[in-house]
C-alpha cells in the first residue's frame, strides 16, 4: 500500500517538474526592456570633439538605462549631418553654419535640404584659427595666393570654413593655392617638415594642433580683418568676431581677432521627444562632472545654449527641458 502512495506521488511529481521547468525557462526568457541605439558620429580622434563624444555617450550609458549611445569618429560638420540625414546617426557634432545649409538645402547641401535637423544642445563659439609658417611672409588671407595650404579633410567643416572666408576676401579658392586636403595631424607633420606654409583649423581653443603647429613647427597665428568679419557676418548670420587672448598659445605675445561659429549637438525631429528630453536633461544635470575631464566645455555658458543658432528649430523633446529651467 505503502509502495503504491510512494508511485502516485513520484509520478504526479515527474509530470509537475517540467511544467514548472517551462514556466521557468519562459520567465527568463521574457524579452528585456529595448533599448534606444544612439549613434553618434563626432570628428577625428587628434581634436577634442571626439573624447568629448566618447565622455558624453559613456555618461549617457551610466545614467539612462533605456540608451545605448556609441560616439565614433568620423570626417567631421558635413559628414555627420549626412549621416543624420540618412538617419544612420541620432546625433552629431556640427557648427551652425552648415547646419543652416543642410537644413535649407543650400552650399555644400545644394538640393538636399533636411527640414527634419534639430539643435539639442549648443555648446560654445567655435573659433577659426589660421597658422602660418613664421618664414612664410604670409600676414593676411590675400597673401595665401600660390601657399601650400592645409584647407582641412575633404566633407570636413574645416575646408567649408577656409572656402568662404577666402573667396569673401578675393581668393580664388582653391585653384588660387596649392591645396592640401588634409587634417590636423598630417598638415603637424607637413609643417614641421617644411611642406606646408599654413593650415586652417577650426577647433575650440587651446588646440593642441595649433600648439604643436607654433611650438615645434615655427608657427604663427593670423588676425582676420574685422571688416571682413563684418562682410561675413552680412551674408551669413552665424558668423561673430572672436578674440583668442594673448598668451593662449606658446609665442602668442598679443591678442589674435578671428571668426567663430556656435558648436551644437544636433539631432533629427524624427528621435523620440522623449528619448531627446531625458539626453538633454542628463547632459546639464551632468554638466559640472564632465566638464572636469573635458576642456570644451569650460567654454560652455549654460545660459547660452539655445542663443545664436542662426535661426535653426531646437528639437521639441530638448525644448521641453529648457522651457522647465526658464531657458524658452
Known amino acids: 500500500m505503502k509502495k503504491s502512495r510512494v508511485l502516485v506521488l513520484l509520478v504526479i511529481a515527474a509530470l509537475l517538474i517540467p511544467s514548472a521547468l517551462f514556466a521557468a525557462g519562459a520567465q527568463e526568457s521574457e524579452p528585456k526592456a529595448q533599448k534606444t541605439v544612439i549613434n553618434f558620429p563626432t570628428a577625428a580622434t587628434t581634436g577634442a570633439i571626439y573624447p568629448l563624444g566618447a565622455a558624453m555617450s559613456n555618461m549617457w550609458n551610466t545614467k539612462l538605462p533605456n540608451v545605448r549611445a556609441s560616439a565614433q569618429a568620423s570626417a567631421g560638420g558635413i559628414a555627420n549631418l549626412n549621416m543624420i540625414a540618412d538617419g544612420e546617426a541620432q546625433l552629431g557634432v556640427a557648427v551652425t553654419s552648415i547646419m543652416y545649409e543642410s537644413f535649407n538645402g543650400i552650399g555644400s547641401f545644394e538640393g538636399r535640404a533636411n527640414p ?139 591678442d589674435v581677432l578671428t571668426s567663430a561659429i556656435k558648436m551644437t549637438v544636433c539631432t533629427d525631429a524624427r528621435v523620440d521627444d522623449d528619448v531627446i528630453y531625458e539626453l538633454t536633461k542628463s547632459f546639464w544635470e551632468n554638466f559640472d562632472e564632465l566638464m572636469a575631464t573635458q576642456a570644451p566645455l569650460k567654454k560652455v555658458n549654460p545660459k547660452d545654449t539655445v542663443k545664436d543658432l542662426a535661426g535653426l528649430p531646437v528639437h521639441e523633446g530638448a525644448a521641453r527641458y529648457y522651457r522647465e529651467i526658464g531657458l524658452m
Open 116 to 254: 527634419n535637423l534639430r539643435v539639442m544642445i549648443g555648446l560654445y563659439a567655435n573659433p577659426n584659427q589660421v597658422v602660418v609658417t613664421g618664414n612664410s611672409g604670409i600676414n593676411s588671407l590675400t597673401d595665401l595666393v600660390g601657399k601650400r595650404f592645409a584647407s582641412g579633410a575633404p566633407g570636413s567643416t574645416t575646408e567649408v570654413e577656409t572656402s568662404i572666408h577666402l573667396q569673401t576676401s578675393g581668393v580664388n579658392y582653391p585653384d588660387a593655392l596649392k591645396v592640401q586636403y588634409v587634417g590636423f595631424t598630417e598638415a603637424i607633420d607637413l609643417m614641421r617638415n617644411k611642406q606646408l606654409d599654413g593650415a586652417w583649423i577650426m577647433a575650440g581653443v587651446p588646440n593642441a594642433a595649433v600648439t604643436e603647429m607654433l611650438s615645434t613647427a615655427g608657427g604663427k597665428l593670423l588676425n582676420l580683418d574685422a571688416n571682413l568679419i563684418e562682410k561675413l557676418n552680412e551674408e551669413f548670420p552665424w558668423y561673430g568676431p572672436y578674440t583668442i587672448p594673448a598668451g593662449t598659445y606658446p609665442n602668442q605675445d598679443s
